[in-house]
Each structure stands twice: as C-alpha cells, then as structure tokens.
C-alpha cells in the first residue's frame, strides 16, 4: 500500500503562482511513476503531468506546458508540482497518484487507469 497525502491549494488570482506537495508513505519503493490530474466541477478527471521516480523523465498536459513543472524529492518521497501563470480554467481539485504495477507507457501514463493509489485532493481556487 502506498499513502498520498497532497497538500498547497488554496486561492490565488490569476497570473500567481502555487506550489503543490504530495508526501508518499509505504510501500513508495514499488512506484514507477507519479501523476498529478485534476478534476472541474462537472468535468472528468484529466491529466497534468507525470514523473519516472527512477529517473528525470517528465510529461505535461498541453494546457499547462510551459507553465507547470513537475519535480521530486526523492529522499522525501514528495513529489511536486510549481504552478506558474496560473488561469481561472486552471481551478479544479488537484490529484497526485502512483503507479505501483511497474513499468507503464507515456500514452498509458496519461489515464487514471494506470494509477494504483491517490490522495484525497487540494482544492486550487484562481480568481479573475
């Protein structure tokens, strides 16, 4: 088992920046890769961006490419995600999740389906 914890939303006005934390606790050695998505209201849940814990390797949604940066940490099992420029259609719940099955494709890495575990959420506010 794997537990995420996520943490760093809050309100913010456009153009501002957050910084988002997820603290991984358990079994982290069996991640393969770490994702953060996000959920609007009456939206499905979709992908920002994703990490290889092993390695550097990173992915990002369109829509926050260039905006966004994922990192980690790995002696703090905590992976991050810097939020710049940010836009009010960037507000949502913000997920981080971890593939705990082993290796995983980036096209695979970009579904909610390839994901073992997820935190509880942080709510991103970004007023106009």
């Known amino acids: 088992q794997v537990q995420l914890v996520e943490s760093g939303g809050g309100l913010v006005q456009a153009g501002g920046s957050l910084r988002l934390s997820c603290a991984a606790s358990?079994?982290?050695?069996?991640?393969?890769?770490m994702g953060w998505f996000r959920q609007a209201p009456g939206k499905v849940r979709e992908f920002v961006a994703a990490?290889?814990?092993?390695?550097?390797?990173?992915s990002y949604a369109g829509s926050v490419k260039g905006r966004f940066t994922i990192s980690k940490d790995n002696a703090k099992n905590t992976v991050y995600l810097q939020m710049n420029s940010l836009k009010p259609e960037d507000t949502a719940v913000y997920y981080c999740?971890?593939?705990?099955?082993?290796?995983?494709?980036?096209?695979?890495?970009?579904?909610?389906?390839?994901?073992?575990?997820w935190g509880q959420g942080t709510q991103v506010t970004v007023s106009s």
């Open positions: 999740a971890s593939r705990s099955r082993g290796y995983g494709s980036w096209s695979a890495l970009l579904q909610t389906g390839a994901y073992d575990y």
């Open positions: 358990g079994r982290t050695f069996s991640s393969y890769a």
């Open positions: 990490i290889i814990w092993s390695g550097s390797s990173t």
